[in-house]
């Protein structure tokens, strides 16, 4: 089965740029999508695609992929943006339907 | 955008099954999928499995194939999932999402997340 790895935990100076990122095998085949959670919060869709951003989601928020690694960048990070972040992708299992997170990466505006 | 509505917590015992509701409200419900994603405490998410209404089959993930059920009820624009023999590991809080599939250049995401349902198991 796919799976897919995530820093546990990241930290970004307020205004600074961070990218947190995801690596696994099935990232050469699919797509990664982003989610933002907060706590006690269901999570929300801040990048999918090559690029792309969900009306409402700010364009601090940017996504790019390199062979099997995901990125996730917030330029000019915001105190509002400290959360949790979660990967997704398609998985390999031929599933049509299955996927795969990430473990998660909690970031922490200072 | 479709707004999704999930059923309300649940405590059981272990052994016992739950059954957790998603209706769908405000857009298409039939040809999107409906995954269901469940985060236990301190957790990451993790994916169970999905159905399209509109042809009625499910996926599931191999780690919960033998133990869920996923249905989805066109005329009342509703998901569910049932989950059985539960252990204390499955307290977790359950979502449901719109799985949409944008082929090469959009991807899979879920667009559309229910409020989640905390399932408690304990004796």
């Known amino acids: 089965s796919s799976e897919l790895t995530q820093d546990p935990g990241v930290s970004v100076a307020l205004g600074q740029t961070v990218r947190i990122t995801c690596q696994g095998d099935?990232?050469?085949?699919?797509?990664a999508s982003w989610y933002q959670q907060k706590p006690g919060q269901a999570p929300v869709l801040v990048i999918y695609?090559?690029?792309s951003r969900p009306s409402g989601i700010p364009d601090r928020f940017s996504g790019s992929t390199s062979g099997d690694t995901a990125s996730l960048t917030i330029t000019g990070a915001q105190a509002e943006d400290e959360a949790d972040y979660h990967c997704?992708?398609?998985?390999?299992?031929?599933?049509?339907?299955?996927?795969?997170f990430g473990g998660g990466t909690k970031l922490t505006v200072l | 955008q479709v707004q999704l509505v999930q059923s309300g917590a649940e405590v059981k015992k272990p052994g016992s099954s739950v059954k957790v509701s998603c209706k769908a409200s405000?857009?298409?419900?039939?040809?999107?999928?409906i995954s269901w994603v469940r985060q236990a405490p301190g957790q990451g998410l993790e994916w169970m499995g999905g159905?399209?209404?509109?042809?009625?089959?499910?996926n599931y993930a191999q780690k919960f194939q033998a133990r869920v059920t996923i249905t989805a009820d066109k005329s009342t624009n509703t998901a569910y999932m049932e989950l059985n023999s539960l252990r204390s590991e499955d307290t977790a809080v359950y979502y449901c999402?719109?799985?949409?599939?944008?082929?090469?250049?959009?991807?899979?995401?879920?667009?559309?997340w229910g409020q989640g349902t905390l399932v408690t198991v304990s004796s």
């Open positions: 999402g719109r799985d949409v599939e944008g082929g090469l250049d959009e991807g899979a995401r879920f667009d559309s």
């Open positions: 405000g857009g298409i419900f039939n040809t999107y999928a």
């Open positions: 159905i399209i209404p509109l042809f009625g089959i499910p």
């Open positions: 099935s990232l050469r085949s699919y797509s």
């Open positions: 695609g090559k690029n």
């Open positions: 997704y992708s398609r998985d390999t299992s031929g599933n049509h339907l299955g996927g795969v």
